[in-house]
């Protein structure tokens, strides 16, 4: 086991002792997973697998007998505990991972995680900052730790559970709220996500179970009486380095947008290490074609790039873009101007100095031009944006604001991950949405003035795009929400 910290102190040590007999007896009693208690850890086995996609490093504290970790299909998967009972059977069960014997309050690891879990774990810590210290040393920018820890509402019922041996009997607890977690994870260098509730029936009653812990613990009132809370965080930003600048490549949608590009060519300012134009036109009905073409000839300076879109849709004239770009940071432009191209800036600064992982552009904080927006379709925009952030869990204050930005690298992780959701979205926003979502992204928004038209017409159909947004709802609660 690693040395004790230097500041341990005697009732520290009596602790962790206690602690580490109660889990040496636990060890050589019959499988905790047998019984009703065990469609607990079963429950909480899909709700890692849903948030932990394979093929990832993972460590996990108190990994106990390595069965959630061995769940998840690491790439590498290091598992720690501090009863060398519980990991001879963890080492026996799944050969294929590393288990080792250590406090996480003194964890002395060289190495860095793409996902850390503390599965019940911070109920039984002596020092939850110190641990959380301990492990922000094992981050890189792009990991995710996950927490999830018993609701305080259920001390009661667990301690009749464990007495009537439907529980796996455990000492005296922390009871954290979701605010006292947070508090900790910002004081330990992480920044919380978000946080939610699992878990309303933990017995594998048929039937009933599946119904309360997939749709109504999802309700109020319902939601209050989970028995687990979850907590997503990454490390806080530490923003790069502003001497060394990003290539940013701006993907522009345009379909019968031939008067604005000129204003587009002359408008987009240069970013970061230099800015990279591409043009996706979507077999308009005008001269479009040929304006960029003509564009093409007299900005010889800007670097751009001109693509006739084979599919349809601007959700597939973006994946087009972002197939032939090489810039760091990526962006969407629409053709219509409405977003002004000299906001982008405010774009490239959120992402490069880590504000936010997905900067979703919103139009619905700063009053408006008179026509930019007719009232029924700020109304849809309103209602979708409260649907929205119920089904990913962040704030996103506008779904449907064409700019959106994220780093190259990050797309590419959700083209990877894009079968989950298949090939579902003509827009081209909700497959970036889900996707961050999907990949536990920090999403944030940012407030830009929207503005009129001066050219052409809006290529959105309010009421059949507006069922066709009713149905991506349906579908994004199945994929999302009711796991």
């Known amino acids: 086991m690693d040395e004790q910290p230097t500041t341990a102190t005697a009732p520290f040590l009596n602790y962790q002792q206690e602690r580490i007999q109660h889990w040496e007896r636990m060890a050589h009693r019959q499988d905790r997973r047998q019984g009703w208690g065990g469609y607990y850890h079963h429950r909480l086995a899909q709700i890692y697998r849903f948030l932990v996609p394979p093929?990832?490093?993972?460590?996990e504290v108190g990994c106990g007998s390595g069965d959630l970790l061995a769940a998840l299909q690491p790439?590498?998967?290091?598992g720690i505990d501090f009863s060398a009972a519980m990991l001879a059977q963890a080492q026996q069960r799944h050969p294929q991972l590393e288990f080792r014997c250590a406090d996480v309050h003194c964890l002395d690891l060289e190495d860095s995680f793409d996902v850390i879990l503390l599965s019940d774990t911070v109920n039984d810590l002596w020092d939850v900052q110190q641990?959380?210290?301990?492990?922000?040393q094992l981050t890189n920018p792009s990991t995710r730790i996950i927490l999830n820890y018993y609701s305080r509402l259920w001390e009661l019922p667990l301690k009749i559970g464990r007495s009537l041996g439907l529980a796996t009997p455990t000492l005296y607890q922390n009871w954290l709220?979701?605010?006292d977690v947070h508090n900790l994870l910002y004081l330990s260098g992480f920044e919380p996500i978000r946080s939610w509730r699992e878990v309303l029936c933990p017995f594998g009653v048929p039937l009933l179970a599946g119904f309360c812990n997939r749709f109504l613990v999802r309700w109020w009132p319902f939601q209050h009486l989970a028995l687990t809370n979850f907590t997503l965080a990454r490390p806080a930003p530490r923003p790069a380095q502003p001497d060394v600048p990003e290539r940013v490549s701006v993907v522009v949608p345009a379909r019968n947008e031939a008067g604005n590009i000129p204003a587009i060519f002359e408008r987009v300012p240069?970013?970061?290490?230099?800015?990279q134009l591409i043009f996706v036109e979507g077999h308009s009905t005008d001269d479009t074609y040929a304006a960029i073409q003509a564009a093409l000839q007299a900005y010889p300076q800007r670097d751009a790039l001109l693509l006739r879109q084979k599919g349809n849709g601007k959700g597939d004239a973006v994946r087009e873009g972002y197939a032939h770009a090489d810039g760091d940071i990526l962006m969407i432009l629409d053709a219509d101007l409405t977003v002004p191209p000299e906001d982008l800036p405010r774009f490239y600064d959120a992402l490069h100095t880590r504000k936010g992982e997905f900067v979703n552009g919103v139009r619905l904080v700063y009053?408006?031009?008179r026509d930019a927006m007719r009232f029924f379709n700020f109304?849809?925009?309103?209602?979708f944006s409260l649907v929205f952030s119920w089904l990913l869990g962040q704030p996103v204050k506008d779904t449907l604001c064409g700019t959106k930005v994220l780093y190259k690298q990050d797309y590419d992780k959700i083209?990877?991950?894009?079968?989950?959701?298949?090939?579902?979205d003509p827009f081209g926003d909700f497959d970036l949405l889900f996707g961050a979502a999907r990949l536990n992204m920090k999403i944030v928004d940012l407030p830009i003035r929207y503005r009129e038209r001066t050219y052409g017409s809006t290529n959105i159909q309010r009421w059949k795009h507006g069922w066709l947004l009713l149905r991506m709802v349906a579908f994004a609660a199945r994929r999302l929400k009711w796991i």
Do not use: Q, V
């Not at 109304?379 to 209602?383: A, D, E, I, P, T």
């Open 131 to 136: 641990a959380l210290e301990k492990l922000s």
């Open 55 to 59: 093929g990832l490093r993972i460590l």
């Open 367 to 369: 009053p408006m031009e």
């Open 75 to 78: 790439s590498y998967g290091l």
């Open 270 to 275: 240069e970013m970061g290490s230099g800015t």
């Open 177 to 179: 709220t979701p605010e």
């Open 415 to 424: 083209a990877a991950n894009r079968a989950y959701f298949g090939d579902f």
């Open 379 to 383: 109304l849809g925009n309103k209602f």
